[in-house]
């Protein structure tokens, strides 16, 4: 089983929401839609008792319109946000991994300042691009061209799709059923329901590759002080909860002495450790000792 680095299982969290929400504004649109339909009043009086219907003062027969395409709409909304979650992923990746020396490499802007492309580079930690690693760049060209240039086809992001290697293009054709499409340059692209989806399977995978490589980076030293970080860091109480030393309960030895257990601290750890971490099988030894490395 492959253990999730604590930025990997916040950014599951964060895009879970996000899937979710993104499909439950096409399943409310699609509702909409189906409820034109069905009527000849006014949008308003379909959907009364809905918040902000009153402020669709339109037939029914231009709401079903307004409704059809409306999922199409949402897509040059959806996109950046889907991108700028793994945006956030690889921040706070490299922000955690700054921790460890030799892991990040260094460059010459503030230590808090990084662009995407150097994101991108850095969270591949020196290994080869994979095809998740291309699709990525395509689909950061894409987020930037809805952005800022008003979501028109460029010349730019005609350039980035023309040079994706083959795999990459299969993928993608594999997930949306169609290559990049578009009519010109200066015109929007063809997005819809499938391209969202598209970038949500690539994100994933991408995050899923990036969490491997930490995984095969980091040593179990290395992985203690990562689980003590993650405890203490993690709630609003564990600060207070990392730094107590109250005793543990008393225990039996071997030979049926009791003894003072573990402090409280330590065993809590041991249990964020078992929840989140169990494949590693840290021992207390360990988990004591990444404790008192960061202190």
């Not at 895009?15 to 069905?38: D, H, P, Y």
């Not at 409306?70 to 909304?77: G, N, S």
């Not at 979650?85 to 460890?100: N, P």
């Not at 005609?158 to 499409?181: C, H, I, N």
Request: net charge positive; with cysteine; proline share 5%.
């Amino acid at each position: 089983m492959l253990i999730q680095y604590p930025a990997f299982r916040t950014w599951q969290t964060m895009q879970k929401r996000s899937n979710n929400s993104i499909v439950a504004l096409a399943i409310g649109a699609g509702l909409a839609e189906r409820e034109m339909a069905r009527s000849t009043h006014t949008a308003g009086v379909v959907l009364a008792g809905v918040a902000h219907a009153e402020r669709l003062d339109v037939t029914s027969a231009d709401a079903q319109r307004i409704f059809r395409t409306a999922t199409e709409d949402m897509t040059f909304l959806a996109i950046p946000q889907v991108v700028a979650l793994h945006i956030e992923l690889c921040v706070g990746t490299v922000k955690e991994c700054q921790r460890f020396q030799g892991l990040i490499a260094p460059h010459n802007k503030g230590p808090e300042w990084w662009s995407v492309p150097d994101l991108a580079k850095t969270v591949r930690f020196s290994e080869a691009e994979t095809t998740a690693d291309h699709l990525m760049k395509f689909c950061v060209k894409l987020r930037n061209t809805i952005m800022h240039g008003a979501g028109k086809v460029d010349d730019a992001l005609v350039k980035v799709w023309s040079q994706l290697p083959q795999p990459a293009k299969t993928r993608w054709e594999d997930l949306t059923g169609r290559p990049f499409t578009y009519a010109r340059v200066g015109a929007l692209p063809d997005l819809g329901w499938r391209e969202v989806m598209a970038i949500l399977a690539v994100t994933k995978e991408s995050a899923g590759e990036i969490n491997a490589r930490i995984g095969r980076l980091l040593t179990r030293e290395q992985w203690a002080q990562v689980i003590a970080f993650d405890y203490r860091d993690g709630s609003r109480h564990g600060r207070r909860r990392f730094n107590s030393w109250t005793p543990g309960r008393t225990v039996l030895d071997q030979n049926n002495t009791p003894r003072p257990g573990q402090e409280r601290a330590l065993q809590r750890l041991l249990g964020h450790a078992t929840t989140y971490y169990r494949p590693l099988g840290m021992t207390p030894d360990e988990l004591r000792v990444g404790r008192s490395a960061i202190g």
